[in-house]
């Protein structure tokens, strides 16, 4: 059987990231997709929709439960598949590290001492 008649097109293709995927203190059984040398310390809804909006994926924000905790409802970020959903992840990881060392990163002054 031919599968390509059953594949979305790719601008119909939707991954859900949830901030679980990225964080650093979540071991791979509690949700971490990311190596640990990638993940982020409690990456917020705003961040990784900030690198999706970045990388072009089409975010948006939406209120669902969370598969490992579905009692309780949390935001989640729905986008579009351009990679594989690990290379989609790992470069969201990226984008936020770069945010985050931007943002803490010292100004100079000119100034002399």
Known sequence: MNQ???LKPVHMRK????PAYLNL????SMGRRVPRHLAI?????????KAAIDLNL???????AYPKNWLEVRKAIVMN???SK???LK????KIKQYRTLKHKPSRSNTPA
Request: glycine share 0%; charged share 35%; aromatic share 8%.
């Open 41 to 49: 310390e409690n990456p917020s809804i705003e961040e990784i929709f």
């Open 25 to 28: 203190k979540n071991s791979r």
């Open 58 to 64: 089409s975010p948006e924000i939406v209120n669902k």
């Open 4 to 6: 390509s008649k059953f």
């Open 15 to 18: 991954i859900i990231v949830w």
């Open 81 to 83: 598949k351009k990679e």
């Open 86 to 88: 690990l290379k989609t």
């Open 91 to 94: 470069e969201i990881c990226l």
